[in-house]
């Protein structure tokens, strides 16, 4: 505790926010291993990949580019409102509040105007990852806005975090747009992505994502967006282990040397 004590605010009295700080980062790890063993949020490429699919009469679909417009615009809209919400406060709010505003407008841009869709969303999996991103993004501004008066941790990690912001929401972007390059005009099927770091890794765009979480960690300073973004890393590596399983399974000529998610390694 004394090592955590001079990177991290100390716990903030709120009995709410400690609880989700156990809650929502216990849920995504629980997420990953889901993912791992076959068992998938139904979107994507594994909209048909879970064993027991339910019967599609018991199941509300809308398209894709309108269900993850329903899973980020809420978190978009926590992210402005805390401008409001919260007018005064130091540096760290403010930065804060602004880098989880730009990176949910990132992805609603990237909804309208990048990304390609072809499949169908369940309803209730676009619901439960728009609570997810909703209350982890009211949590963390929350939580900062409770630390003001706080004395600071002895280790400054805001520029660190505002390095690693930078660098995830530009390589996600960037993998992102490389993506939705992989097909022309007028096709739906799935191919093997290239360019970037695609030539080492199927999920550059999750690792880039895992890259900026740490950017919020790291300019929060606070134990609740850490434990997120843990639980957002282990999410996101299960989930880029059952992509790659995916693409094996798809194309015969899938490069063995091709990754998951960490070069070399993973």
Request: no cysteine; hydrophobic share 25%; aromatic share 8%.
């Given at each position: 505790m004394d090592v955590l004590s001079a990177f991290l605010f100390p716990p903030p009295p709120s009995t709410f926010v400690n609880v989700m700080t156990v809650v929502s980062s216990t849920a995504m790890a629980m997420a990953g291993i889901s993912e791992i063993n076959g068992k998938h949020l139904q979107y994507s490429k594994f909209w048909n990949a879970?064993?027991?699919?339910?019967?599609?009469?018991?199941?509300?679909?809308?398209?894709?580019?309108?269900?993850?417009?329903?899973?980020?615009t809420p978190a978009f809209l926590a992210g402005a409102a805390s401008f409001w919400l919260f007018p005064s406060g130091d540096e760290r709010i403010l930065l804060l509040k602004s880098a989880l505003t730009l990176h949910f407008f990132k992805r609603i841009f990237e909804v309208l105007f990048i990304h390609k869709y072809s499949s169908k969303m369940v309803l209730e999996t676009a619901i439960k990852i728009s609570l997810s991103y909703f209350m982890s993004t009211a949590i963390m501004i929350y939580t900062q806005h409770l630390s003001q008066g706080i004395p600071e941790p002895p280790i400054d990690l805001k520029n660190i975090g505002i390095g690693f912001f930078l660098l995830g929401i530009i390589g996600n972007f960037y993998h992102h747009y490389l993506l939705s390059q992989t097909r022309k005009q007028g096709e739906t099927g799935y191919k093997i992505p290239k360019g970037g770091l695609f030539s080492l890794v199927i999920c550059p765009h999750y690792l880039f994502e895992i890259i900026e979480f740490f950017g919020f960690a790291f300019i929060s300073q606070e134990l609740y967006p850490l434990c997120f973004s843990i639980g957002t890393s282990i999410y996101l590596a299960g989930r880029s282990y059952a992509t790659r399983k995916w693409y094996i399974s798809k194309f015969e000529n899938f490069p063995n040397h091709v990754k998951a998610l960490l070069p070399f390694v993973f």
């Open positions: 879970n064993s027991v699919p339910k019967h599609s009469s018991e199941e509300t679909k809308l398209s894709s580019k309108y269900g993850m417009l329903l899973a980020y």
